[in-house]
């Protein structure tokens, strides 16, 4: 694991004490290491986030801490008590599935009151506080409905409510915006980051949308075939990424190969001073760092070059170009600027270059 | 995957499941066990084992003209409830007729009913037509009795038949009837495998409707009945034991061929539709 | 898309066939427990007399109520066997859950009668379970009353049925979603609750199905008490075979058929809604 994530796995964000530990979890089915020595922290009230593609490891990571698996190597605690030596059903730990899992025999008000009336609450507590849960999530009206009537949304949103009313130390949530379309995503994602800033509670979100993680966490954490690529707030990750890797997956980069050769990076025709040793080197470049130099004037702290236009992809608010330097295609991000063509000059500062790990 | 197993075993569940299988199992081993038996069946435990009723049984000609007789019925069996059961199918899917709700329960009363009843109304039947009873009956009566059995799986195979394939055929020209033996019946083909066998078992091991409409000529089952009236002998758990063995191979024969192919061009044969 | 020709080309022929070898054969049994026998020959005379034979003369209700009596047993044995086996597949028994229902059908390939043959050479005073039992000094004396006798019936009609009612509710739990298992769990349901409220409810059309149909077979079944009834042991069907034979009264028969014939309908017109009611998407 780099050291980046292994610092960032100890910081606790600042909203409260560490809820949630995770010590060294590694899981294996079979052959295959499904994830390896996973240390993590997270803060009681945060907002954090799995985040990675289909194999990394993220939707596992995730039932272990639910207890439906158990770690092949390592721990779990959760607020000072050992947890993955729980069954499911004894953790303070509740799941929103990403395909809901109603209960199709039960109407949505009996589908809330489910984890109350197996715990043998009182039945006023129980009218009271489903209906309470129900208001949040705006679904009172269907109380009465059976989940078949429903469509997804809905079907979510009683998912959401059925958690939330056991009123878990942590909420669990397996993609649970994937099955929708676009719109009502984007308002769901809205809904839900409200709703837990709202109750406090700490949100454990997985997802392989990366748009979606950086607009709802606290903090991300990034993985990778079963590890940890880097742990840190969306912004922090952003603009700071550890690796090509993570450079590539959140946000567009251009990657930048070349060496560092007398305090001088070169990367094919671009050159800048740079204070490291002697090594063959990386940077990632954001496309919106790279701006079109309008008078030919470059900043010290800048890298002019030239380019040709290869091509001009309009986007409404902001236009990509692909631009050809001395034969390595770089995306460049620019305001809409009407049609363009031929060679340019363009200037990007130097502080923009991101040194990472390949 | 599922969090039942990944988390605490159930010794009790297993014990009790592993209980049922033994008394799921008993009768068939202890008919295994004494078919070898030199004392017959009874008293325990079974020694001195030999293969003298297995030699006795070779030699039994009417046990095997039995057996004859139950393979012909059975093969003429599948034969009507494959053709009419797939008529029946075709029917109940694509087309709707007065009293098809009807036919649908008309046609599935003899798979729930006691076969008792089935068998005596064919008996009625055959004596108002005056018929004698003879192989020609049992088959009859196997025939129409397991048509449910047919129409059943046939129709399963349909719903699960993409449409589609059938109007891509006769865009492309073909008409109805070459459609129906290009396209629709190869794709039923593991439908008619699976309806085919399970109609051959069933009238092989018949007996309350052949019980009735039975002649001179015995199938197995009723040959059988008829000696267990006279005594028991080990002859029988002898030609049991043989059907089972015979039957385990089938169905091993069947699954291999179905899930490992018995060389590719089996394999393709029954996944080609 | 099909042409009046393709439609009837394949409804006719089944329809004509049902028509004339199931329905009017089930008709001619209606008919005939409208008739009469004189002289060992049926009279084509119209009444009722069959049936008010059936109501008035104790033994036939007799027999008719011990037959529901082990038809009721064997249904409950059998669902007490075959739903926890079929739970324990479905559940428990992860990568060799295919190879466990093999071997649960392999039996059925078994004869019928075979199977209750064997039954009673277990069961019987010189059979396998005596001498076992004897051999092991359990016993001094073999144990008479195990055959012949409606135990006997049960038995060997509850080993008959098991892997039957097994099949639809292997069938049903399978089909149960395993999110809803986890989802139970995740709410705090121990396996007890998780099964009591989620697992059984979802698996009552299977249980249903395979109760009825244990139920119904056993009812009209003729073969395990002339194995293994004895006199005690006889149930309604020996009744009716009896008339069909030995006893020459087909009327009686038939009207007896009719009977046991409004009894399964009607049973099966209830477990059908009953399952409609049962059944959840």
Same mark, same amino acid.
């Given at each position: 694991m780099n050291p980046s994530a292994a610092s960032s796995a100890q910081a606790a964000s600042s909203a409260g004490g560490v809820l949630l530990e995770v010590r060294g979890v590694a899981k294996r089915f079979g052959a295959r290491d499904v994830l390896?020595?996973?240390?993590?922290?997270?803060?009681?009230?945060?907002?954090?986030?799995?985040?990675?593609?289909?194999?990394?490891?993220?939707?596992?990571?995730?039932?272990?801490?639910?207890?439906?698996?158990?770690?092949?190597?390592?721990?779990?605690?959760?607020?000072?008590?050992?947890?993955?030596?729980?069954?499911?059903?004894?953790?303070?730990?509740?799941?929103?599935?990403?395909?809901?899992?109603?209960?199709?025999?039960?109407?949505v008000r009996e589908n809330v009151a489910y984890g109350l009336r197996v715990k043998k609450t009182s039945a006023t507590e129980i009218g009271g506080r489903v209906e309470e849960a129900l208001q949040m999530v705006k679904m009172e009206e269907?109380?009465?409905?059976?989940?078949?009537?429903?469509?997804?949304?809905?079907?979510?949103?009683?998912?959401?409510?059925?958690?939330?009313?056991?009123?878990?130390?942590?909420?669990?949530?397996?993609?649970?915006?994937?099955?929708?379309?676009?719109?009502?995503?984007?308002?769901?994602?809205?809904?839900?980051?409200?709703?837990?800033?709202?109750?406090?509670?700490?949100?454990?979100?997985?997802?392989?949308?990366?748009?979606?993680a950086m607009a709802l966490s606290d903090r991300i954490a990034l993985l990778r075939n079963g590890a940890l690529e880097q742990v840190a707030s969306p912004r922090e990750i952003y603009a700071h990424p550890a690796t090509a890797y993570t450079a590539q997956f959140i946000g567009q980069t251009n990657l930048l190969l070349g060496e560092i050769r007398g305090s001088i990076a070169t990367c094919g025709?671009?050159?800048?001073?740079?204070?490291?040793?002697?090594?063959?080197?990386?940077?990632?470049?954001?496309?919106?760092?790279?701006?079109?130099?309008?008078?030919?004037?470059?900043?010290?702290?800048?890298?002019?070059?030239?380019?040709?236009?290869?091509?001009?992809?309009?986007?409404?608010?902001?236009?990509?170009?692909e631009v050809d330097c001395g034969g390595q295609l770089l995306r460049v991000r620019i305001f809409a600027h009407g049609p363009l063509s031929g060679e340019h000059d363009f200037v990007f500062s130097i502080a923009d270059a991101i040194r990472v790990q390949e | 995957?599922?969090?039942?197993?990944?988390?605490?075993?159930?010794?009790?569940?297993?014990?009790?499941?592993?209980?049922?299988?033994?008394?799921?199992?008993?009768?068939?081993?202890?008919?295994?066990?004494?078919? /070898?038996?030199?004392?017959?069946?009874?008293?325990?435990?079974?020694?001195?084992?030999?293969?003298?009723?297995?030699?006795?049984?070779?030699?039994?000609?009417?046990?095997?003209?039995?057996?004859?007789?139950?393979?012909?019925?059975?093969?003429?069996?599948?034969?009507?409830?494959?053709?009419?059961?797939?008529?029946?199918?075709?029917?109940?899917?694509?087309? $709707?007729?007065?009293?098809?709700?009807? /036919?649908?329960?008309?046609?599935?009363?003899?798979?729930?009913?006691?076969?008792?009843? $089935?068998?005596?109304?064919?008996?009625? /039947?055959?004596?108002?037509?005056r018929t004698q009873l003879s192989l020609f009956t049992v088959f009859l009566g196997h025939g129409t009795a397991l048509i449910s059995v047919a129409t059943t799986e046939l129709f399963a195979g349909l719903q699960k038949m993409d449409r589609v394939q059938e109007e891509a055929s006769l865009d492309l020209g073909a008409t109805p009837w070459q459609t129906f033996w290009r396209i629709?019946?190869?794709?039923?083909?593991?439908?008619?495998?699976?309806?085919?066998?399970?109609? /051959?078992?069933?009238?092989?091991?018949?007996?309350?409707? $052949?019980?009735?409409?039975?002649?001179?000529?015995?199938?197995?089952?009723?040959?059988?009945?008829?000696?267990?009236?006279?005594?028991? $002998?080990p002859e029988i758990n002898a030609v049991s034991t043989l059907i089972f063995v015979v039957s385990v191979g089938l169905i091993v024969f069947w699954y291999r061929v179905r899930t490992r192919g018995l060389g590719a061009d089996a394999q393709e044969l029954l996944e080609r539709p | 898309m099909y042409s009046r020709t393709y439609k009837a080309i394949v409804s006719v022929p089944p329809l004509l066939w049902v028509g004339l070898f199931l329905l009017l054969p089930y008709l001619l049994m209606f008919a005939h427990s409208f008739w009469a026998v004189q002289d060992q020959a049926i009279v084509h005379q119209?009444?009722?007399?069959?049936?008010?034979?059936?109501?008035?003369?104790?033994?036939?209700?007799?027999?008719?109520?011990?037959?529901?009596?082990?038809?009721?047993?064997?249904?409950?044995?059998?669902?007490?066997?075959?739903?926890?086996?079929?739970?324990?597949?479905?559940?428990?028994?992860?990568?060799?859950?295919?190879?466990?229902?093999?071997?649960?059908?392999?039996?059925?390939?078994?004869?019928?009668?075979?199977?209750?043959?064997?039954?009673?050479?277990?069961?019987?005073?010189?059979?396998?379970?005596?001498?076992?039992?004897?051999?092991?000094?359990?016993?001094?004396?073999?144990?008479?009353?195990?055959?012949?006798?409606?135990?006997?019936?049960?038995?060997?009609?509850?080993?008959?049925?098991?892997?039957?009612?097994?099949?639809?509710?292997?069938?049903?739990l399978e089909h149960i979603p395993r999110p809803l298992v986890e989802a139970s769990q995740d709410l705090g349901a121990n396996s007890a609750q998780t099964f009591l409220r989620i697992i059984l409810p979802l698996s009552i059309p299977g249980l249903l199905a395979g109760a009825t149909f244990a139920f119904v077979l056993s009812l009209g079944d003729f073969l395990a008490p002339l194995l293994v009834g004895g006199a005690s042991g006889t149930m309604i069907a020996n009744v009716v075979q009896s008339l069909f034979g030995a006893a020459y009264d087909w009327p009686l028969g038939a009207a007896i058929s009719v009977c046991i014939l409004i009894l399964i309908v009607s049973l099966l017109f209830l477990t059908e809604r009953l399952e409609k009611r049962w059944s959840f998407k």
């Open positions: 390896k020595d996973i240390s993590l922290n997270i803060a009681s009230g945060e907002f954090i986030t799995l985040l990675g593609e289909s194999g990394s490891g993220k939707t596992t990571l995730l039932r272990l801490v639910a207890g439906f698996e158990q770690p092949t190597a390592g721990e779990i605690w959760m607020s000072g008590d050992r947890l993955d030596t729980i069954p499911p059903y004894k953790r303070r730990v509740n799941t929103v599935f990403q395909h809901y899992a109603l209960f199709p025999h039960l109407s269907f109380a009465d409905s059976r989940p078949s009537k429903l469509s997804g949304g809905q079907q979510q949103r009683v998912a959401l409510a059925r958690a939330l009313v056991n009123r878990p130390l942590l909420l669990l949530l397996d993609e649970p915006l994937s099955a929708l379309d676009a719109n009502l995503r984007k308002q769901m994602q809205s809904e839900l980051k409200a709703l837990q800033r709202e109750l406090g509670i700490t949100f454990l979100f997985v997802t392989h949308d990366q748009e979606e025709v671009l050159r800048w001073p740079f204070e490291a040793p002697d090594t063959p080197v990386t940077f990632s470049l954001r496309p919106e760092s790279i701006r079109i130099c309008a008078g030919g004037v470059r900043l010290s702290s800048e890298v002019k070059f030239r380019a040709s236009i290869r091509q001009q992809l309009y986007g409404g608010a902001s236009e990509l170009l | 995957m599922s969090s039942a197993t990944s988390f605490r075993r159930a010794p009790l569940l297993t014990f009790y499941a592993a209980v049922v299988f033994i008394f799921i199992y008993l009768p068939v081993i202890v008919l295994i066990l004494y078919s /070898f038996n030199r004392d017959g069946v009874g008293g325990f435990p079974p020694h001195h084992l030999t293969l003298d009723w297995y030699r006795l049984l070779f030699a039994d000609a009417p046990i095997w003209d039995s057996v004859v007789n139950s393979l012909i019925v059975a093969a003429g069996s599948v034969a009507l409830s494959l053709t009419l059961g797939l008529l029946a199918a075709l029917a109940l899917d694509r087309a $709707t007729f007065p009293g098809k709700a009807l /036919f649908r329960r008309l046609v599935l009363l003899p798979l729930i009913l006691p076969g008792i009843i $089935t068998g005596l109304s064919l008996l009625m /039947f055959a004596v108002l037509v629709t019946l190869p794709n039923l083909k593991l439908s008619l495998i699976a309806a085919g066998l399970l109609i /051959f078992t069933l009238s092989m091991d018949e007996i309350a409707v $052949t019980f009735f409409l039975i002649g001179r000529d015995n199938t197995l089952p009723l040959e059988i009945w008829g000696r267990l009236r006279r005594g028991i $002998t | 119209w009444n009722v007399d069959n049936y008010r034979t059936l109501f008035t003369k104790p033994v036939y209700l007799e027999v008719l109520l011990r037959t529901m009596r082990i038809a009721t047993s064997v249904t409950l044995c059998s669902l007490l066997l075959g739903y926890p086996l079929a739970y324990y597949l479905s559940f428990h028994a992860g990568a060799r859950k295919e190879l466990l229902y093999q071997l649960v059908i392999v039996p059925l390939w078994v004869s019928y009668l075979v199977r209750g043959y064997a039954w009673k050479t277990i069961l019987g005073s010189e059979g396998v379970l005596n001498g076992f039992l004897q051999y092991m000094h359990l016993t001094r004396e073999p144990v008479a009353s195990l055959l012949y006798s409606p135990f006997a019936v049960v038995l060997v009609l509850t080993h008959i049925y098991t892997p039957f009612v097994f099949l639809p509710i292997y069938a049903a």
